[in-house]
């Protein structure tokens, strides 16, 4: 059994930077891609990014350019340096062990 951990959310003014980390751990196959979701409340779950075990990656349209996700497969850890923050980043940010494991959640708010 898998389970994933986010952390690294919390709150930022517009224009500014955090980066989310999601850990993997138990029966954990570096094979598995991994990727991030976010949902608000009027949004249902979207992708933001996900990648490969080879380090393919695949970017939501909304965060091109600004977002950049990464993997350390020794850690069995992804990343999401996120950049240029606007308000409506403000969401839940899951991580997703594919196919079907996913993290609890954490909370990014993008706030003057």
């Known amino acids: 059994q898998v389970h994933v951990v986010e952390s690294g959310g919390g709150l930022v003014q517009p224009g500014g930077s955090l980066r989310l980390s999601c850990a993997a751990s138990?029966?954990?196959?570096?094979?598995?891609?991994m990727g991030w979701y976010r949902q608000t409340p009027r949004i249902a779950r979207e992708l933001v990014a996900d990648?490969?075990?080879?380090?393919?990656?695949n970017y939501g349209d909304s965060v091109k350019g600004r977002f950049t996700i990464s993997r350390d497969n020794v850690k069995n850890t992804i990343y999401l340096q996120m950049n240029d923050l606007k308000p409506e980043d403000t969401a839940v940010y899951y991580c997703?062990?594919?196919?079907?494991?996913w993290g609890q959640g954490t909370q990014v708010t993008v706030s003057s």
């Open positions: 990648i490969t075990s080879f380090g393919g990656t």
């Open positions: 138990g029966s954990v196959t570096s094979i598995n891609a």
């Open positions: 997703l062990y594919y196919p079907n494991v």
